[in-house]
């Protein structure tokens, strides 16, 4: 079992940074991959980055690249989220989940409460 607990969420303007956190708990974390996925009003949830339990492999969805990086440290049980260059589309609930290495919302098993991230002059 893990639980988890997003922080780091806030209202930024366009072209600024935030770095989003996600605490987890359970002896466990360091088995699963881990993601971070978004939903923006009206529309489903998405994948945006995720990264496999070594920390050694890393994918992001292509709107995203070469903007945020993904990375965890496994000793303190929690993985970040460095987002740069924001653009108002980037506006969503931020969601961090832990399950096996994918994309698809169904191949994580625990999720988050999500953090608001608006971006917005």
């Known amino acids: 079992q893990v639980q988890l607990v997003e922080s780091g969420g806030g209202l930024v303007q366009p072209g600024g940074s935030l770095r989003l956190s996600c605490a987890a708990s359970?002896?466990?974390?360091?088995?699963?991959?881990m993601g971070w996925f978004r939903q923006a009003p009206g529309k489903e949830r998405e994948f945006v980055a995720g990264?496999?339990?070594?920390?050694?492999?890393?994918y992001y969805e292509n709107s995203v690249k070469g903007r945020f990086t993904i990375s965890r440290d496994n000793a303190k049980n929690t993985v970040t989220l460095q987002m740069n260059s924001l653009k108002p589309e980037d506006t969503a609930i931020y969601y961090c989940?832990?399950?096996?290495?994918?994309?698809?919302?169904?191949?994580?098993?625990?999720w988050g409460q999500g953090t608001q991230v608006t971006v917005s002059s």
């Open positions: 359970g002896r466990t974390f360091s088995s699963y991959s």
């Open positions: 990264i496999n339990w070594t920390g050694h492999m890393t």
């Open positions: 989940a832990a399950g096996r290495w994918g994309t698809a919302n169904d191949e994580y098993n625990y």
